[in-house]
C-alpha cells in the first residue's frame, strides 16, 4: 500500500474534523407526549422564552413565532415585560388574558464548551516524481473548542395549562440568538412530523 493513501484519509478526517467544529447541528429527542393527543392544533400559540437575555429572548421569540405558518404564533415580549416574565403566575395570567389556545415554552436549560485536538496532517509530493526522495509537509496539529447549548421545549394547551408534548434538544455553536432558535425552531418541527402531531 502507498503512503498517499494513509495520508490523504488523515487529511481528509482532519478536514472533517474542522468543518464540524465550525458547523452549527442541533439534535431533539421527544422527552414525552400526551398519548391521548394524536395531532396538534392551535388557532393562536404564545411563544415564551425562559432563562435568556432580553435581547436574545426578543430575537429567539421572534424567530419562533416567524417560522409558524399554520397558526397565529405571538411573541411573549409583546405582552410580558422582562420584569414579569419570572413572575410564574402573573406571566401565565397574562398568556390566558391573551385570548391564546396554545403556548410554546423553550427554555434553556445549560450551556457547555467542550475542546478537541485535531492532529497533524502529513501530506507528500506526487509519487510519479520517484526519481526524488519523497518531501513531506507536516502542518501542525491544534485545538478546537466547541459551545453546545441545551434546551427544553414544551408545548402546552391553553387555558388548561396541560402538557401536550416536550423535547429536549442540543445545539452545537450556534451562531447568534436567532440562529439558534431557527435550529431548535425546525428540528421541533420535524420531529413532530416525524410523529404525524403537524403537517
Not at 405571538?74 to 391564546?100: C, N
Request: proline content about 6%; overall charge neutral.
Amino acid at each position: 500500500m502507498s503512503i498517499r493513501a494513509p495520508v490523504e484519509c488523515a487529511r481528509a478526517v482532519a478536514l472533517m474534523l474542522l468543518w464540524l467544529s465550525g458547523c452549527q447541528t442541533t439534535t431533539l429527542s421527544t422527552t414525552w407526549k400526551d398519548p391521548s393527543v394524536a395531532s396538534l392544533s392551535f388557532n393562536r400559540m404564545a411563544v415564551v422564552v425562559l432563562n435568556s437575555s432580553p435581547a436574545e429572548r426578543r430575537a429567539q421569540e421572534d424567530t419562533f413565532a416567524g417560522g409558524m405558518t399554520k397558526v397565529k404564533a405571538v411573541p411573549s415580549y409583546s405582552f410580558i415585560p422582562d420584569e414579569l416574565l419570572k413572575d410564574t403566575a402573573k406571566a401565565k395570567q397574562r398568556v390566558i388574558d391573551g385570548g391564546f389556545d396554545g403556548a410554546l415554552i423553550v427554555r434553556l436549560v445549560d450551556t457547555r464548551q467542550e475542546t478537541s485536538y485535531v492532529p497533524p496532517s502529513v501530506s507528500t509530493w506526487d509519487d510519479g516524481w520517484s526519481w526524488v526522495e519523497p518531501s513531506y509537509h507536516v502542518t501542525p496539529g491544534y485545538t478546537v473548542t466547541d459551545t453546545f447549548i441545551r434546551a427544553e421545549i414544551s408545548l402546552y394547551s391553553v387555558p388548561s395549562g396541560k402538557l401536550l408534548w416536550s423535547g429536549a434538544s442540543e445545539t452545537m455553536n450556534p451562531s447568534n440568538a436567532r440562529a439558534f432558535a431557527g435550529e431548535v425552531a425546525k428540528a421541533t418541527a420535524n420531529e413532530l412530523r416525524k410523529q404525524g402531531m403537524i403537517h
